[in-house]
Structure formats: structure tokens, C-alpha cells
T-cell receptor, first 112, second 114 residues
Framework: SQKIEQNSEALNIQEGKTATLTCNYTNYSPAYLQWYRQDPGRGPVFLLLIRENEKEKRKERLKVTFDTTLKQSLFHITASQPADSATYLC???????????FGAGTRLFVKA | DAGVIQSPRHEVTEMGQEVTLRCKPI?????LFWYRQTMMRGLELLIY????????DSGMPEDRFSAKMPNASFSTLKIQPSEPRDSAVYFCASSLGTEGSPLHFGNGTRLTVT
């Protein structure tokens, strides 16, 4: 069955450093992958979409890569700030239908 | 745009009671999704609708769960009877009907069943 794996352990980094989060998937050949941010007590908020024919996508301090051979996406936040502290979820379209399946998310803490 | 609106924000009920969660999607969005989030299982898709019609309810855990979408601006998720293991945060999300369209989530209903 389709499976998405994200680091379950929280990531702690110092302000100003680059945070890198990993999303691996199996039994999938998705046409695209999405990243969302979730703050405590809130619903997830869409950040970026990257398609299978795109190796890299950037938006301000965010960069996403998509390696369909490794079945992996990396999510980078450069010059991280305490306000970037949140849980980041990767999401993929399920095979067949219009469903979106989410990873468990990785909690990021940025220390000032 | 007010975004996806869910009510109530919090619901505490006793086992065996009926619970109704409500959602107003973003106007113009063709798809509506109900998700459940727990620490153990993360975000799970329960059911989704397209143009008010249920398309896939394979994620609905049991017959105790039902969802309706009587019109394009309103949906309900009902649990009857509720059980403690139903305690979770329930999210509603809506999206446009194009491939890759992002999901727009409400802020969820935190359900506690005692």
C-alpha cells in the first residue's frame, strides 16, 4: 500500500541556519507533491507544490526538491527564524480518485 | 474570503451521545474533505465530496460515522453513538477541482468523548 514517511523526531536548529526536512514515499508514482505547514490549534496551510518533472521549486526562503528515482522530497528553509517553528507535512495524491494522503509531519523548533 | 469555517471549535460529550460537526467550505470550491487527526495516526481522510456527492467514504471507520452535504455551502459529520476512541481533531477542507489544487483547511473541531 502507499506509504509516506517523515522524520517523527523533532528537528531543533538555531536561528539563521538552514532547516532540512525529509519526505520519503513508497509504492507511489505521484504526479506531484505538496508541503503544508501546521501551527498548534490550526489546520494545515498549503506552502508549495512541486511536479514530477520539476527537480526544484523555490518560494522566498523555501526550497523543495523532488527526486522520483529516490522517491524522496527535501524541504529546506533557509535563514530560519523562530516564527518558522511549526509542524511541516508532506502530502501526495493517492492513486485513483482525488484523495490527498498526508505524512505524519515533522516538528521544527527554531531557537533564537 | 473567510476561509473554511468549522463549528464548534471544541466539543466535549459523554460516550453514547450523538455528535454533529459542521463545515462551511470556501465558495466556488468543488471538493470537500473530512479528515481526522490524532497523535497516533496523523491526518486520515474519512470521506470526500465532489459537487455535494460523496465520492469515497472508504476512510469512514464505522457505521457510527456518517457525513452529508445537502448543498454547496454546508456539510456535516455525525457520530452516533460516540465512543472515547473517537476523540480527535476533525478537520474539514475544500479545494478547486483541478489537479494539484491545494487543500484549504478549517481550524478543526477538537472532540473529546468521555
Amino acid at each position: 500500500s502507499q506509504k509516506i514517511e517523515q522524520n517523527s523526531e523533532a528537528l531543533n536548529i538555531q536561528e539563521g541556519k538552514t532547516a532540512t526536512l525529509t519526505c520519503n514515499y513508497t509504492n507511489y508514482s505521484p504526479a506531484y507533491l505538496q508541503w503544508y505547514r501546521q501551527d498548534p490549534g490550526r489546520g494545515p496551510v498549503f506552502l508549495l507544490l512541486i511536479r514530477e518533472n520539476e527537480k526544484e521549486k523555490r518560494k522566498e526562503r523555501l526550497k523543495v526538491t523532488f527526486d522520483t528515482t529516490l522517491k524522496q522530497s527535501l524541504f529546506h528553509i533557509t535563514a530560519s527564524q523562530p516564527a518558522d517553528s511549526a509542524t511541516y507535512l508532506c502530502a501526495l495524491p493517492a492513486t485513483g480518485g482525488f484523495k490527498t494522503i498526508f505524512g505524519a509531519g515533522t516538528r521544527l523548533f527554531v531557537k533564537a | 474570503d473567510a476561509g473554511v469555517i468549522q463549528s464548534p471549535r471544541h466539543e466535549v460529550t459523554e460516550m453514547g451521545q450523538e455528535v454533529t460537526l459542521r463545515c462551511k467550505p470556501i465558495s466556488g470550491h468543488d471538493y470537500l474533505f473530512w479528515y481526522r487527526q490524532t497523535m497516533m495516526r496523523g491526518l486520515e481522510l474519512l470521506i470526500y465530496f465532489n459537487n455535494n456527492v460523496p465520492i469515497d467514504d472508504s476512510g469512514m471507520p464505522e457505521d457510527r460515522f456518517s457525513a452529508k452535504m445537502p448543498n454547496a455551502s454546508f456539510s456535516t459529520l455525525k457520530i452516533q453513538p460516540s465512543e472515547p476512541r473517537d476523540s480527535a481533531v476533525y478537520f474539514c477542507a475544500s479545494s478547486l477541482g483541478t489537479e494539484g489544487s491545494p487543500l484549504h483547511f478549517g481550524n478543526g473541531t477538537r472532540l473529546t468523548v468521555t
